[in-house]
């Protein structure tokens, strides 16, 4: 067996958390643990409410335009395919451990990829920053983490929803408090991007974290036993294919329901294509026969995917030894053949310049702050009183009941009392979210 070999058993062995311990489970040709873990995520109320949240443009009522459900999905229909490709990679070297297939890769990449924006807040990255600016203000939030350690203060003065799906998936779904969905190592460890938590991100080139203090147990148990812990933790190989996935999707599709919503024009499509229209080949006969732009940006959608997959394949093998060794530097995509990236480049840039700053999605991003504001206006001083052991007022009282089995028990401190209030709020819909906040302020509807 080579020595990639070796690394690959270890990388893709099936452990996962059960209710006695952890226990390293055998694959099967029916439903290996990899499917399970697919399955768990698809069948979890946290993924079916993604339906209802945002993916780039907040409350669209053209049910043409992706929501983060359809984009997670997309994503991982992107991710398997190049998780088949690297397993192809690694088999062509003689590196494909024992019981293993490249289809087994595809399966966790896939699985990973379905899960990877699942702990987003509503109203995506506008909530984010509305949760982080709340708790940086000392007026507000930051009265409230002057009794908590540093380390403890940056989640949520760095609230992300990478960190908040970690928690999700092992904490909150399914078995509460008791190892979330107990997903397999390998699709854990694929899930995370940034492996290190919010106190060590602070002061960072990213400043991006995968998890928070209090799942450090967790993610050193996974990364530990996966060999991603020598001389510091590393990424997992098969994550670079997640955010791979993760990107060629948004930046491909956020293009597609910009046009839908006339933020910016099929020709601007074409316009950002220009690196690629002569390896694509296009057919602008049948182009032309389509009966819409919505049809046209459809094809061209496809067959780019189908092209940057192909890419990023080759792109892996290349980068095969780097990426095995953690010597490779930054993404998958900052090192794709240079007409896919330049085609990504010339994407990225029109999201930013024209998607990012349409009007509607800036008032819409506005409204949010006062919307997050009156949330945790009422729930963080409700939680620090109780742990205070100060008299609750009755709107309080009524704002912890609301939260139900999310509320804060006895048992939580300070510290993770209020992640329970970001549980809760994180969890909501951008449809509930707004109708809550309404009702805080007291405006029916």
């Not at 087994?104 to 984010?128: K, R, S, T």
């Not at 397999?184 to 938590?197: D, M």
């Not at 996966?226 to 994550?239: A, E, Q, T, Y």
């Not at 940057?308 to 794709?336: C, N, P, Q």
Request: hydrophobic residues 35%; charged residues 25%.
């Amino acid at each position: 067996m080579t020595v990639h070999a070796e690394q690959w058993q270890k990388l893709l062995a099936p452990h996962r958390i059960t209710g006695t311990g952890t226990c390293c489970y055998e694959l099967s040709d029916d439903r290996n643990p990899f499917l399970q873990d697919y399955d768990r995520i698809v069948f979890s109320s946290s993924f079916r409410r993604l339906a209802k949240k945002t993916q780039v443009h907040p409350l669209s009522r053209n049910d043409h335009i992706h929501n983060r459900l359809t984009h997670s999905l997309e994503v991982s229909c992107v991710g398997r395919s190049l998780g088949i490709l690297a397993g192809q990679a690694a088999a062509g070297r003689g590196d494909m451990p024992q019981g293993f297939t490249p289809v087994h890769f595809g399966q966790i990449v896939q699985a990973a990829c379905l899960a990877h924006d699942i702990g987003n807040p509503p109203f995506g990255h506008a909530g984010e920053s509305a949760i982080q600016d709340w708790f940086k203000d000392e007026q507000n939030g930051g009265n409230y983490l002057k009794e908590l350690r540093e380390y403890e203060k940056t989640d949520f003065k760095t609230f992300d929803g990478n960190a908040q799906g970690f928690r999700l998936i092992n904490r909150i779904e399914n078995n509460k408090d008791r190892g979330g969905f107990r997903l397999t190592f390998p699709v854990i460890a694929a899930l995370v991007k940034y492996p290190n938590s919010s106190y060590e991100a602070v002061g960072s080139d990213s400043k991006k974290f995968n998890y928070y203090a209090a799942e450090k147990n967790i993610f050193c148990q996974v990364f530990e036993t996966l060999g991603l812990s020598c001389g510091g933790f590393r990424r997992h190989p098969l994550s670079y294919l997640l955010e791979a996935a993760d990107d060629v999707c948004y930046r491909i599709i956020d293009m597609e329901d910009a046009r839908e919503l006339r933020i910016i024009s099929y020709e601007d499509i074409l316009d950002v294509l220009e690196p690629l229209k002569a390896a694509l080949n296009i057919d602008e006969e049948k182009q032309k026969a389509m009966d819409s732009d919505r049809r046209r940006a459809g094809f061209l959608r496809a067959q780019l995917i189908s092209h940057i997959v192909r890419s990023l394949g080759r792109t892996f093998e290349d980068k095969y030894a780097e990426i095995m060794e953690g010597r490779l530097e930054g993404s998958l995509l900052k090192h794709a053949e240079s007409e896919v990236a330049d085609y990504l480049e010339r994407a990225k840039r029109i999201f930013t310049e024209k998607i990012l700053n349409n009007n509607q999605k800036i008032s819409l991003e506005v409204g949010a702050y006062n919307l997050y504001r009156r949330l945790l206006d009422v729930f963080i001083p409700a939680c620090f009183k109780v742990k205070m052991n100060r008299s609750l007022t009755y709107q309080e009282e009524r704002a912890l009941h609301l939260m139900g089995v999310n509320a804060p028990t006895h048992d939580d401190d300070l510290y993770q009392s209020y992640l329970r209030v970001l549980d809760f709020i994180s969890g909501m819909t951008d449809d509930y979210a707004t109708f809550i906040s309404r009702q805080f302020s007291g405006t029916a509807g």
